[in-house]
Structure formats: C-alpha cells, structure tokens
C-alpha cells in the first residue's frame, strides 16, 4: 500500500489540474473524501474515494464579514469561539456558503465591553477594518440601556451634553427613555465604560447594556449567540 499523501497533491493527479487549483477546490468545500467534504488541503489520504462537487469552483474567494449578537458576560476577542454552523441564525439571507476558514483569523474593530451585548463585527476584510477605526468619530452607535432608578429634565439634559469622563468633556449625544426601564443612547466614538458612568453619574443603577446599531448597520432579529454574514448590499 503507498503511502498517506496530501489532498491537494491526490486531486491534482486525478483530475488533473495544477497543485494551486487543487487547494482552491478544497478550500472552497468542493471536495469529498468518501463522500464527507474536507476542507484542508494538507488532509492525509490514502485509499479513500476522492470526488469533485458539482459546480465546484478553483477561484479564491472573497474575505467575509459577519456580525453577531455577543452576549454579555463573552469577551469580544474571544467572540469567535461563538461561531458554528449550529449558531448561525436560520433566517441569513446573505446566500453564502459557510466554510471553515471564514470562521478563523476574524478582527473585531469595535469591541464591546464583557458586560455588555449586542452588534459586534468580526471580519477577514481590510477594507472594513479601515472604515470602523478610521470613521470611528463619524459613525453613529446606538445603544439600549436598561436602568433602574429615575431622571429629572435637567438630569436627562446632563447625560445629553455636560457630563465628563476620564478627566475629559464628553461631545453631545442623543439620549431618551424608550420605556419606564430603558434608556436610548445614540453616539459617536463612545468610550469603554463610558455609557455606565455617565448613568451612574446621574443616579441610575445599570442592568445592562446593548449595542443594537452601528452606522446604517442593525442588528435587528438577531438573538444571544447567533450570527449571520453581512449582505453585499450592506453599509455601515
């Protein structure tokens, strides 16, 4: 019996085609190896039924992006670790098709503090990295604060504009009740633990914290612990 050789080197001899063209096939999640998808080019074979997919494609393929609703309590670094096909919301329209390798090396630009939730971005993409951080003052955020405790006018006014944090003056922003309990935040460039000290500042005690927008981005239907990509059509 010979002996255990790599996938790609397999396929490329079997087809035939190139060793670069092997890779892209199985990367791309075109390739069975008795009739299970194997999506490593260095996978070991020896004997087994190596078969291409219909519509299999040799092409590299595009970074993604994808966002997810964090649960509070996760750090966001680690928010991959969320990521599975079994989490991935049922109602994603984006029609791609999920391969293992767009599940690894995610960036998050803006990360959400462990005790909050909500809207976090995770992408291969430099191009969206580049918006996030360099637009971080220009995009809007909004958040939903739920809050126990009262505010007077003149204290809604304070979480509006004048309050400070860290030794610096806080810019304007848009802040309403949205119910007995909650609190809408609409913001740009806010900082780590700002949204908490501002409401303590005025009295409230916190109970939590949600981020449900970013730009013209929502978060929308998603639940704790789902995700989904992020649609061509998209923007932030």
Known sequence: MSDPVRLSKRLAELLPCSRRE????????????????????????????IALLPGAK???????TLILHKPAGFDSEHASELLSAASRAADDASGVHLLKRHLQRLSV????????????????????????????????QEYIVDVAGTLTAEQLKQLQFGLSYRGRPLTPCKVSWQSETRLRFALKAPQPGQIAHVCRTVGLQVLGIRRIRIGGLAMAKLQPGQWRYLSAHERF
Not at 30 to 48: A, C, H, R, S, W
Not at 58 to 64: F, K, N, V
């Open 58 to 64: 040799a092409e590299p393929q595009p970074p993604i």
């Open 109 to 140: 630009p803006l990360p959400l503090d462990t005790e909050s939730s909500g809207l976090l971005v995770l992408t291969q993409t430099w191009g969206v990295i580049r918006k996030l951080t360099d637009d971080f003052s220009k995009i809007e």
């Open 22 to 49: 092997a890779e892209l096939y199985i990367e791309n999640g075109g390739v069975t190896v008795d009739g299970i998808v194997v999506e490593e080019p260095q996978f070991k074979v020896q004997g087994q039924a």
